[in-house]
Nanobody, 125 residues
């Protein structure tokens, strides 16, 4: 079965850290640009950051620059989202996506071949 599965979400205090994982099964992530997106209650989905298929280019939303990083592990067929200095406004369901179009469209959440089902991140004291 071809799918993306996110994991690593949970409850964390402000200022804490979490690492989300996005694991692929049935296909090779290295062939795709990967984006992380989030959707907070009552808000539209927004792009958080993305990485191109070679891992040489990344794009960050201004709201997470300096706090979040994205990386790929080819051997594990997994992409990670490291989130540091978390804030209550980071609370959302986080989704990963594998793009089948251009890098820029992947970062916009367009031309996506696979979406994960999401993992909830709650930042609260």
């Amino acid at each position: 079965q071809l799918q993306l599965v996110e994991s690593g979400g949970g409850l964390v205090q402000p200022g804490g850290s979490l690492r989300l994982s996005c694991a692929a099964s049935g296909f090779t992530l290295d062939n795709y640009h990967i984006g992380w997106f989030r959707q907070a209650p009552g808000k539209e989905r927004e792009g958080v950051l993305c990485i191109n298929n070679s891992g040489g280019k990344t794009t960050y939303a201004d709201s997470v620059k300096g706090r979040f990083t994205i990386s790929r592990d080819t051997a594990k067929n997994t992409v990670y989202l490291q989130m540091n200095s978390l804030k209550p406004e980071d609370t959302a369901v986080y989704y990963c996506a594998a793009g089948i179009g251009s890098y820029s469209r992947t970062c916009q959440g367009r031309e996506i071949g696979y979406w994960g089902k999401g993992t909830l991140v709650t930042v609260s004291s």
